[in-house]
Each structure stands twice: as C-alpha cells, then as structure tokens.
C-alpha cells in the first residue's frame, strides 16, 4: 500500500484545534488566541489557566464571569492582564464594537488577554509564573504492546516558500503484508513556526513513487 501525505506550511500558522467553541465564539478571535510561549499552539480554554480549557480561571476569565459571561463594553475596556494593553486591543476590537458572530476589525497580532506581554520582560516575570511552557510528550500505552507495528514516515527537508500557505505531498511505501490498523501518531516536527497540519490518504498500489516533495495542488506529478 502507498500512502501520501500531504503537509500545510504556513510561514505564520495557527494549529488546529478542539475545545470549549461555545466560549470561543463569545470573545472576538476567541479561537484564534496563540499560546505566548508556545509556537504555533494556540490557547483554546482564553479565560483559563489551562491552555485546553477548563479547570481555575485567569484573570481574563474572572472578568469575563463577573462581568456576565459575554463580550461587552466593560470587558473589552479592561486590562485584565495588566500589560497595557485593553482585552480589546489584544483580541482585536480595539473601538469595542465587536457582537458576537461578526467579523473582528482585526484578525492579526492577537494576543492572549489573561497572560501579560512581552511575556519573557521584566514587568511580566512573575505575573506569568503560572504558564506552563512545557511542550509535553506524546503518551500512548497502547503503542507498546508486542504486536503493535512501529513505522516512522519522514518527509525530507524541504525549503518553505516566501508565500502565505504552501502545500506539499510525498508519497510512501508502507507495509502491506497484512492488514493493519493506525491506532496513534506521533509528529516529528523540525520547525514547528511554518508547520500547520498533516494529513495521510492511503493511495492505489500503482501509483508512482516520487523522489522528491510536490506541490498538492499540481497532482499531475502523480499518475
């Protein structure tokens, strides 16, 4: 069996995400809030200390609580993370304009409102000793069972274009004596600053193998 795998690179990326839409949608570029420390992770849980939602609330989310659970004059005016920056300009609605299901005035240079920036200055130090910047490492004890099948599919260096979004294929031999179940993944990532996501599709045995990675959309180069 062959398999292609198929990467999106962006030279500024935000990662896929899952977490609580419901709050996500009731602050402006509420899914779109990027983790300070972490590159191209975002915080999914904004009013929380837990990056992935739920569990204490930072002080953005004690605001938001107290001031009625949604976006409004008030919550947009503060600076609940005493950076000098208002909830508003740092989610992108500086004027406090935004309702909820509209477009931001801003979609770019969002920061995250409960997390003082710069976050490594000086005046920020101890107001962000709560964040974790702790990558974390892939658990999976399924994966050591004896029967379980290791296969590490790397996609060669490949130089990232000066363009917004690039998307690059490679096809891969994978084993097929047998039929096999995927049951984890585990990236490998060099540069984590222009990756975006992977995705695999499984092809016909037949197609040709290629040396070198293709742009996605000029699917040509596959026959």
């Known amino acids: 069996m062959r398999l292609l795998l198929y990467l999106a690179l962006l030279l500024t990326a935000w990662q896929c995400c899952h977490g609580y839409f419901n709050f996500q949608t009731k602050i402006p570029n509420g899914q779109h809030v990027p983790h300070p420390c972490k590159p191209n992770f975002i915080w999914h849980g904004v009013g929380h200390r837990n990056a992935g939602g739920g569990g204490d609330r930072n002080q953005f989310g004690q605001d938001f609580l107290r001031?009625?659970?949604?976006?409004?004059?008030?919550?947009?005016?503060?600076?609940?993370?005493?950076?000098?920056?208002?909830?508003?300009?740092?989610?992108?609605?500086?004027?406090?304009v935004w309702t909820e299901g509209s477009i931001p005035s801003s979609t770019?240079?969002?920061?995250?409102?409960?997390?003082?920036?710069?976050?490594?200055?000086?005046?920020?130090?101890?107001?962000?000793?709560?964040?974790?910047?702790?990558?974390?490492?892939?658990?999976?004890?399924?994966?050591?069972?004896?029967?379980?099948k290791s296969v590490t599919l790397r996609f060669p260096r490949t130089k990232v274009p000066a363009l917004g979004t690039t998307y690059e294929c490679f096809l891969f031999d994978v084993p097929s004596d047998q039929p096999y179940h995927v049951i984890a993944t585990e990236p490998y990532i060099d540069n984590p600053n222009v990756m975006h996501h992977m995705v695999a599709f499984g092809c016909p045995d037949d197609a040709d193998l290629v040396d070198k990675p293709f742009d996605c959309l000029d699917m040509s180069t596959v026959e």
């Open 67 to 96: 001031l009625g659970g949604q976006w409004n004059s008030q919550l947009c005016q503060l600076d609940s993370d005493g950076d000098g920056q208002t909830n508003g300009q740092e989610l992108g609605d500086p004027a406090c």
């Open 108 to 148: 770019e240079n969002i920061t995250h409102p409960g997390v003082c920036e710069p976050f490594g200055s000086q005046k920020c130090g101890a107001a962000n000793a709560w964040v974790d910047c702790t990558e974390g490492e892939f658990q999976c004890d399924a994966i050591k069972e004896p029967d379980v």
